[in-house]
């Protein structure tokens, strides 16, 4: 039997990131001190990590996690009358862009970036607020699906909580985030948000598939 694919979230390293190798991951950390790792059997899983803390995984063992059928049934299928976004960021900070796309065509409706400096979590909000902005010029009752608890939470609550701080190398990011706020801040709208459901329906249609 193959042996299977493993993702490596690095937090704290040369160059912090998610690899596909381990090869890849242990140049990221080699002679760096204090350096923060670990290995996860899914990208999703990888993904979600490095959006967290490492001391939430420091020493618990990460298995694949699967739903049964009856789960994925409970569940059901994306509405497809919708857009989702997402972000990828190469490091933590580093590049950092966003998009927009048509949940069933998969057709980019809007895309920003690459930025030279942002997190994954910035991305992932500033293409919420971006998307809601594009369905209400549309005059759309499509809804948005996004793969980040962590945007959700930031558009809920009409603030950006990223602990990065704005330099003039993320200055752009920055005013885009000012603006976002701004936005949510004048603005109303009946967009209904929807969590992505990645255990069942594989990766959202904006990923970047960066794997």
Same mark, same amino acid.
């Given at each position: 039997? !193959? ?16 690899? &596909?190798?381990?090869? $890849?991951? @242990? ?6 001190? #204090? !350096?923060?790792? +670990? ?5 999703? !899983?990888?993904?979600? !990590?490095?959006? #967290?803390?490492?001391? $939430? ?8 996690? &699967? ?5 994925? $049934? ?29 949940? @069933?065509?998969?057709? =980019? ?6 930025? *030279? ?10 293409? /919420? ?5 594009? /369905? ?13 608890? %962590? ?15 704005? %330099?003039? =190398?993320? +200055? ?13 801040? *004048?603005?109303?709208?009946?967009? %209904?948000?929807?969590?992505?459901? %990645? ?11 960066? +794997?």
């Amino acid at each position: 039997m !193959a042996k299977k694919d493993k993702f490596y979230t690095v937090w704290k390293g040369s160059r912090p990131g998610i690899y &596909t190798s381990w090869k $890849d991951c @242990k140049a990221a950390i080699t002679n760096y001190k #204090g !350096a923060q790792y +670990k290995s996860f059997p899914t990208f999703e !899983a990888a993904k979600k !990590a490095y959006n #967290g803390k490492y001391e $939430d995984y420091k020493g618990k063992k990460i298995t694949s996690s &699967t739903l049964s059928k009856e789960q994925i $049934d409970k569940i059901g299928k994306p509405n497809y009358h919708s857009i989702s976004v997402d972000a990828a960021s190469s490091g933590n900070p580093g590049i950092m862009e966003y998009r927009g796309v048509d949940t @069933k065509t998969k057709k =980019e409706l809007f895309k920003q970036g690459p930025f *030279k400096q942002g997190t994954n979590n910035i991305g992932e909000f500033l293409a /919420l607020v971006h998307g809601l902005a594009f /369905l209400k010029q549309q005059n759309s009752d499509k809804i948005i699906y996004t793969d980040s608890k %962590t945007a959700m939470s930031w558009v809920r609550k009409k603030s950006c909580n990223s602990k990065l701080p704005e %330099t003039p =190398e993320n +200055k752009v990011v920055f005013d885009l985030v000012r603006r976002a706020i701004s936005w949510l801040e *004048k603005n109303t709208y009946s967009t %209904t948000i929807v969590k992505w459901e %990645t255990k069942a329906w594989g990766e959202i249609p904006a990923d970047f598939g960066r +794997k």
